[in-house]
């Protein structure tokens, strides 16, 4: 049986269905058109280049489309690469479904909606807990199913909510060692902090950057977001300007694109475990894809570091 395209092995050859999850025209330096295909299934991706690309390849191997590939895997700049020999797009007749294909969070959805219900419940303050019950009512059908990034962390499907469950567990234990934080904003910042993604991503599906993802961004679109909350709710008070400011700063430095550096205990707190559970996330995953002795694939958003897989446990 073939092995999913996460665990594939250079100089082994390929021969099976695979999501186009994007294409980009570019020129070779010959001055002829190529596609660079970003193909998957539910193990990983890997790039692709269809060469000498025509007109109609253009218009036939886009997005979202599901695609018979026959070729080998190689290595291209320490990274797999699948070179194509034979591409045509999936038929009826194959009985292949593009929901097949798709990575999803290796937690169950239910599990995720109880975990965010119940810190919700755990709530004390009124204003944080109203505010945070407005927007998972308002995004109730997009929240569970969209994942948290295009690429790098949690880009899955449910990988969003994935995502805050962990850092929800993590703002747990840093309460027990640190009983003096205020719970209630952490988990409050935790479950808005990346919101603004249900408007600044396409979908689950071959996840692409919308206009106004382009235009503005997940973090001023949510820092709005709570303002008219807080207006339709008529609340007033700290808590509002503080909940604005825990998702303002969460990425922590002004070069990793935070507007406003951590001025708030909670804020940094928050900063520091999406930060960790980002970096464990790309870790695992591709520790995931090796065998013990081996180094993974270089992580472009880790330093572009290679990370070794112990041979003991």
């Not at 049986?1 to 082994?12: A, C, D, T, Y």
């Not at 070729?71 to 999936?90: S, V």
């Not at 990425?251 to 909670?266: A, C, I, N, Q, Y």
Request: glycine fraction near 6%.
């Amino acid at each position: 049986m073939l092995k999913e395209i996460g665990h594939v092995e250079v100089g082994q050859p390929f021969d099976n269905f695979l999501l186009i999850k994007s294409s980009t025209k570019g020129v070779a330096s010959n001055g002829k058109p190529f596609l660079t295909l970003i193909l998957q299934d539910s193990s990983g991706d890997i790039e692709a280049k269809l060469w000498d690309a025509t007109e109609e390849d253009e218009k036939t191997f886009v997005a979202e489309e599901v695609v018979k590939i026959t070729g080998e895997i190689t290595l291209f700049r320490g990274k797999p690469q699948l070179k194509i020999q034979h591409i045509r797009p999936a038929q009826p007749i194959d009985g292949v479904r593009v929901e097949d294909f798709l990575e999803k969070a290796p937690v169950p959805l239910e599990e995720l909606e109880e975990r965010i219900t119940e810190v919700i419940f755990e709530m004390t303050n009124p204003n944080i807990q109203r505010i945070v019950r407005y927007f998972i009512k308002k995004y109730e059908s997009t929240l569970f199913s969209f994942p948290a990034a295009v690429k790098n962390h949690h880009e899955y499907v449910s990988g969003l909510a994935h995502h805050i469950c962990t850092m929800l567990n993590l703002a747990r234990d840093f309460k027990r060692n640190y009983p003096e934080i205020n719970l209630d904003l952490l988990y409050a910042g935790i479950i808005l902090h990346d919101l603004g993604k249900l408007t600044e991503l396409s979908g689950p599906v071959a996840p692409s950057y919308t206009l106004e993802g382009k235009l503005l961004g997940h973090i001023p679109i949510m820092a709005e977001e709570i303002g008219k909350a807080a207006d339709e709710l008529d609340i007033v008070g700290e808590e509002v300007t503080i909940l604005k400011h825990m998702i303002l700063s969460h990425h922590g430095k002004g070069e990793w694109g935070s507007p406003k550096v951590p001025l708030v205990r909670e804020a940094e707190i928050l900063h520091l475990i999406d930060l960790i559970d980002a970096k464990m996330n790309m870790m695992n995953r591709a520790l995931n894809k090796v065998k013990p002795g081996d180094f993974t694939e270089r992580l472009f958003a880790m330093e572009n570091r290679s990370f070794y897989k112990p041979t003991f446990e």
